[in-house]
């Protein structure tokens, strides 16, 4: 035990430290480093290491174990090698620095997601050091660019190099932290589906003047302010999901309240109860809403010119179904009769993505957590933001996100980490992360 947790802990310190921030700029990230240091970690005994670079600094490696059986299933093991920035000020240790205080190793990525990246290239290390020989290839991916949308990642892999990326099945982020939810034993998510991103810019157009005589001027500032606060006021339809209700049946809640989480009126009047914890109303509304979400605006050119200009970003995640045509009505629909003066565009236009529950690997993974957590309950869940799976799905992978957590990080402690301060992660969950790797790999390839 401790030489496992040894080596799955110094190699999350060493993902930490190598300051692979990504801004979103092609030339961030530097990807590279943790490349290279995963490919030198893993060495070559029993496998293939191949490395994918799609852009200066921005590089992949995909491992693999071959499998004696091309019919048999493949499984692959994802964990993206990059990270958000950070505001320094607000941590309280080096957020680069991977220290290990008190059982628990701090830095940003700790949680999004090298705890994950790091078990995952361990466990498959140990099974090839061990012998292992599936039938089904066993394939570790360490991916570059998941952080600004993995257009140098994930998406370019599927598009220039799909075969190194096909699998019949995924394990990857984001789910396992136990929701405090439920009356039939800890509750464990895992991600079948995701909401689809829709980022997009409306641009309002005024008329230029003097800013020392401001009456009934058609100013673009002013313009886009009210459509702000439009939008932040709009609610889209409350819609119940195969997903949703999947994950409130599993919690075993009682009748009435499991009946309120399905009911869209009584959903409704549940988000207007300002005595319900608020984490737990946003969660609740970003399951059940295609979320809009105004978060930057631009305007203007000098102080004393009023501005015949302005652009609002959005920030919109789509429930299954919707398309970039209903989102942009959903838009127009928000504005009112400012829906008739914006121009709208999507930096990225991507539907939700879902793979289905009933799965060998499903069966094995409800099945193997009770190793570690003998009573608890495997859920359905329908993740908020997005993952690399949403690009992987487009092959045929059957995608799940998913981890095992101790409990010594509260479940609201652990949420507001993923790009917030203090990022941290205990050694238990460490090595719970990667004894279930292993034991899920056994299971579904021989």
């Not at 310190?13 to 893993?42: F, K, M, W």
């Not at 939810?181 to 689809?196: D, F, H, N, Q, R």
Request: with cysteine.
């Amino acid at each position: 035990m401790a030489e496992l947790v040894d080596e799955v802990t110094d190699l999350l310190q060493h993902l930490i430290r190598n300051r692979c921030v990504n801004d979103g700029t092609p030339d961030s990230g530097d990807e590279v480093r943790n490349a290279d240091l995963l490919e030198a970690y893993l060495g070559t005994a029993g496998f293939d290491v191949e490395s994918y670079e799609s852009h200066p600094g921005r590089r992949s490696i995909v491992a693999r174990i071959e499998g004696s059986d091309p019919t048999a299933p493949s499984l692959m093991l994802m964990g993206h090698t990059d990270v958000v920035p950070v505001s320094e000020d607000g941590w309280s240790r080096d957020p680069f620095g991977g220290e290990l205080v008190d059982g628990f190793v701090w830095g940003r990525g700790a949680v999004d997601m090298f705890n994950l990246t790091s078990s995952m290239a361990v466990a498959f290390k140990r099974l090839a050091d061990d012998g292992f020989t599936p039938r089904g290839d066993l394939i570790y991916l360490g991916v570059a660019d998941e952080e600004a949308g993995g257009v140098l990642g994930a998406k370019w892999l599927v598009e220039h190099e799909p075969d190194a990326v096909r699998a019949d099945y995924v394990l990857t982020e984001f789910g396992g932290m136990r929701f405090p939810l439920g009356m039939a034993g800890p509750t464990l998510p895992v991600t079948i589906s995701e909401k689809g991103p829709f980022w997009g810019r409306l641009r309002f157009s005024g008329t230029p003047g003097h800013g020392s005589m401001p009456l009934r001027t058609d100013n673009a500032l002013v313009t886009a302010s009210e459509a702000v606060r439009r939008l932040a006021a709009f609610r889209p339809p409350t819609v119940v999901t195969d997903v949703w209700r999947g994950f409130v049946e599993g919690l075993s809640l009682p009748d009435d309240l499991a009946a309120m989480m399905l009911e869209p009126d009584r959903i409704e009047a549940f988000l207007a109860d300002e005595s319900v914890d608020l984490g737990l109303a946003r969660f609740v509304d970003a399951c059940t809403h295609t979320t809009i979400s105004p978060n930057v605006m631009t305007a203007g050119t000098k102080t004393n010119v009023i501005p015949d200009a302005a652009e609002v970003t959005i920030d919109i995640r789509a429930l299954p179904g919707e398309t970039a045509e209903t989102v942009e009505e959903l838009v127009r629909e928000a504005l009112g009769d400012l829906g008739q003066q914006v121009e709208v565009t999507f930096d990225f236009a991507e539907p939700s993505s879902e793979s289905p529950m009933d799965t060998p690997l499903w069966d094995i993974l409800a099945k193997r957590v009770l190793d570690h957590i003998p009573d608890a309950v495997t859920v359905p869940f329908l993740l908020s933001g997005a993952t690399d799976s949403r690009f992987l799905r487009d092959l045929g992978n059957v995608c799940y996100g998913f981890g095992m957590y101790s409990e010594r990080i509260p479940f609201d402690e652990f949420a507001a980490m993923f790009h917030g301060h203090d990022e941290r992660i205990d050694q238990e969950s460490l090595e719970m992360s990667t004894r279930l790797w292993m034991s899920v790999a056994r299971d579904l390839l021989t």
